[in-house]
């Protein structure tokens, strides 16, 4: 998706590094610059030390930097910066980042995009119950934000695999006329139960375990 809506030149924000695939990924194959916001110095540390951050970005076009931090900290102090693409890869363990699944922060990743660009996002969920679960709900949320909400099957198989967990690719944007790769398939996923995600209402918890007990 990435590299089909950024430009030589552009700029990139990825939220969470972990192991650093998709900032190496992007910064070596787009062209474009990539910064980070990684709340954990000592995940840097051992991306630099076994997965070869360092080198990638010297040998890329524009590198990559890194901001330490909390991401809702960290993106108001980037001051009037703003980017193609902002791509959200976040987790606590197998949960997704509460403070960055609210409609507070889809405002504020709103605040860092280029006016046609997308905010995207790796969730993890089930087909047969997305409206109950968190897959449903972080899109509804994002629909309160943005005019255009796609969601996208990783797996074409995903319907004889409707029950199980599975990632998903959700792209959000205002820009109308933006289109994803040939070969991506998009699903209308259900959000009949599904309710706004806030930073005071963000059951994130509960809404795995929903996914959790399904997938038994």
């Known amino acids: 998706v990435v590299d089909s809506s950024v430009k030589e030149d552009d700029k990139v924000l990825c939220l969470g590094g972990g192991a650093y695939s998709a900032p190496k990924w992007i910064a070596s194959n787009c062209g474009t610059a990539v910064e980070v916001i990684e709340i954990d110095a000592g995940i840097t540390g051992l991306a630099n030390e076994y997965f070869h951050v360092q080198e990638v970005s010297d040998s890329s076009k524009h590198g990559i930097v890194t901001h ?11 001051g009037s910066e703003t980017y193609s693409v902002v791509f959200n890869d976040t987790f606590a363990g197998e949960e997704p980042a509460v403070a960055l699944s609210t409609v507070e922060a889809a405002r504020e990743v709103k605040s860092r995009l280029k006016p046609d660009g997308i905010y995207i996002s790796n969730v993890i969920g089930t087909f047969d119950g997305a409206d109950d679960e968190f897959l449903g709900w972080e899109v509804k949320t994002l629909k309160e934000v943005f005019g255009y909400v796609h969601v996208y099957a990783v797996y074409d198989s995903y319907a004889e695999n409707s029950d199980l967990e599975l990632n998903w690719v959700v792209v959000a944007t205002d820009n109308e006329n933006w289109k994803a790769p040939d070969d991506f398939i998009e699903v209308d996923i259900a959000q009949d139960k599904a309710e706004v995600l806030t930073d005071d209402d963000c059951p994130v918890e509960y809404l795995v375990a929903r996914m959790k007990m399904r997938d038994r």
């Open 68 to 78: 330490e931090g909390d991401a809702r900290v960290v993106m108001p102090s980037l």
